[in-house]
């Protein structure tokens, strides 16, 4: 029997999570055959069915029990992740639905690069795909786009065993919520969890060998998690790397560390980062380069090291958010296509930690606004001081605007309390459109509102700035006198 004649396609797209959706439908909208090649039964990657969604609809859960203020120990997770299944799969199907209205393949299988196909036109990209059935199929194209996402990275010593050992794809298979549990990192996902349990009631320590936990943010944004951790009855431990774990064989977890302390919990967590997802993807056939780290190396404009070859996504490293993959799937597919991108997006992408309560950022932090404009102007509006936290009871947040040396233009927004995942937008908007500190105060806002915040943030800003400038005018007239 002959072989298959191979598949050929204008755009191959490797997996279909955030980046890799927006990378077909982005080529598709430009007129291209394109094809999404995925592993999976379902279509949406980890984002849907073991990560985003998931987690967060069982924090909308720890949200409402905290208000009715609810012992869920006995309860089992099903019951806490209730309306999941549904919710995953409505948008399973909006997904699939999406792909068919842009005219996109859908092919199931695994992936990998073979040699290059020279014998065309020496620009087309072959790879092999082993279908569900185990058969085997040839797939060429003149763009491919890896967004093979990412999976949990568990050093061999710490024994996952996805029942009493926990990484962030297993965590929310438990059958009870555990009494206690222990997070080992301190990055987005180990916050997020660690947060969420403990606000279940669940008595959560986190362990990290930093000195502090999601150590990228605003210092004060880090302060305000660790303070509402610790309202929740959590502990955040620095500097512990945990080198081993062993079940005792009855119900608690044992824990080593590396300084000699031990730690004893129902249930353990594993969140130390993730792993780019390329086993048996064979990029090396491609003349694809790895970073040290393991990510699939790419430049600017989101091309790896081989021609026509691009990535986004999970796969390419940090900040490893939906959102950003969604975008980088999207420039990838306009670079490689040709198509006009946008200049210098990165420093208007919005940052999202859904801890509770929730952060977000946008811009430049206060330290980051120092280093660049040599100073910078702090507003600050505190959520105790609006009607609408006092009406929602979320008296606890904080608003925080960077403004330029000057105290004239904004070029960081940072909050911390209840919506903050939302409030952001109307900053990111405002850094897009370049707008002033004194646009925040001559705008309205509804009231009441938590929106408010901007404008009493930007008022702070705007009384330091008249200090400024007379702090200025005596300096001025001072050096005129001497």
């Known amino acids: 029997m002959s072989p298959a004649a191979p598949l050929d396609f204008d755009v191959l797209v490797i997996g279909s999570g955030p980046a890799g959706q927006k990378a077909a439908i982005q080529s598709s909208k430009a007129g291209?055959?394109?094809?999404?090649?995925?592993?999976?039964?379902?279509v949406g990657g980890n984002c849907v069915h073991t990560g985003t969604i998931p987690s967060k609809s069982l924090r909308e859960h720890a949200l409402r029990q905290r208000v009715r203020r609810v012992d869920l120990m006995e309860q089992p997770m099903r019951s806490l992740l209730d309306g999941v299944g549904v919710t995953v799969a409505a948008h399973d199907a909006y997904m699939q639905a999406q792909l068919e209205r842009n005219h996109i393949t859908l092919l199931r299988g695994r992936a990998s690069f073979v040699a290059r196909d020279r014998a065309r036109d020496g620009t087309s990209h072959t790879l092999a795909m082993r279908r569900i059935d185990g058969s085997l199929a040839t797939v060429r194209a003149h763009i491919v786009v890896i967004a093979t996402g990412s999976r949990p990275r568990a050093p061999a010593s710490l024994a996952v065993d996805h029942e009493h050992v926990l990484d962030s794809d297993s965590i929310l298979s438990l059958a009870y919520l555990p009494r206690s549990l222990l997070v080992l990192g301190g990055g987005v996902i180990a916050?997020?969890?660690?947060?969420?349990?403990?606000?279940?009631?669940?008595?959560?320590?986190?362990?990290?060998?930093?000195?502090?936990?999601?150590?990228?943010?605003?210092?004060?944004?880090?302060?305000?998690?660790?303070?509402?951790?610790?309202?929740?009855g959590g502990e955040y431990i620095p500097r512990a790397e945990a080198v081993s774990t062993r079940w005792d064989g009855v119900s608690q977890v044992s824990t080593g560390f590396k300084d000699g302390r031990v730690i004893l919990a129902d249930k353990v967590l594993v969140a130390l980062g993730r792993l780019a997802n390329v086993d048996g993807l064979e990029p090396g056939n491609a003349g694809v380069a790895l970073t040290g780290r393991g990510h699939v190396q790419v430049d600017?404009?989101?091309?790896?090291?081989?021609?026509?070859?691009?990535?986004?996504g999970d796969v390419i490293g940090p900040p490893a958010l939906a959102s950003v993959s969604m975008e980088q799937g999207r420039r990838a597919a306009c670079h490689a296509l040709g198509l006009l991108v946008p200049s210098d997006p990165v420093s208007r992408l919005p940052s999202g930690v859904y801890t509770i309560p929730e952060i977000a950022t946008v811009g430049l932090d206060e330290a980051g606004a120092r280093r660049h404009f040599g100073g910078a102007?702090?507003?600050?509006?505190?959520?105790?001081?609006?009607?609408?936290?006092?009406?929602?009871?979320?008296q606890r947040g904080l608003l925080k605007l960077v403004a330029d040396p000057g105290g004239r233009r904004v070029v960081g927004v940072h909050i911390a309390g209840d919506g903050a995942t939302e409030l952001v937008h109307i900053g990111q908007l405002g850094l897009a459109a370049e707008l002033d500190v004194d646009a925040y105060v001559d705008n309205v806002f509804n009231f009441p509102t938590m929106a408010e915040a901007y404008r009493i943030a930007a008022l702070d800003i705007v009384k330091q700035r008249g200090r400024l400038a007379t702090s200025d005018a005596v300096a001025d007239a001072v050096s005129a006198l001497l």
């Open 300 to 312: 600017d404009r989101l091309q790896t090291t081989a021609p026509g070859i691009y990535a986004a």
């Open 32 to 42: 291209k055959r394109v094809a999404i090649i995925e592993r999976d039964r379902e």
């Open 191 to 232: 916050s997020e969890y660690a947060a969420m349990f403990a606000a279940l009631g669940c008595k959560v320590t986190q362990a990290d060998q930093q000195d502090k936990p999601l150590a990228f943010l605003d210092p004060e944004l880090t302060a305000f998690y660790l303070d509402e951790l610790r309202r929740n």
């Open 377 to 394: 102007v702090v507003g600050r509006a505190r959520f105790e001081e609006i009607a609408r936290g006092q009406i929602n009871g979320s």
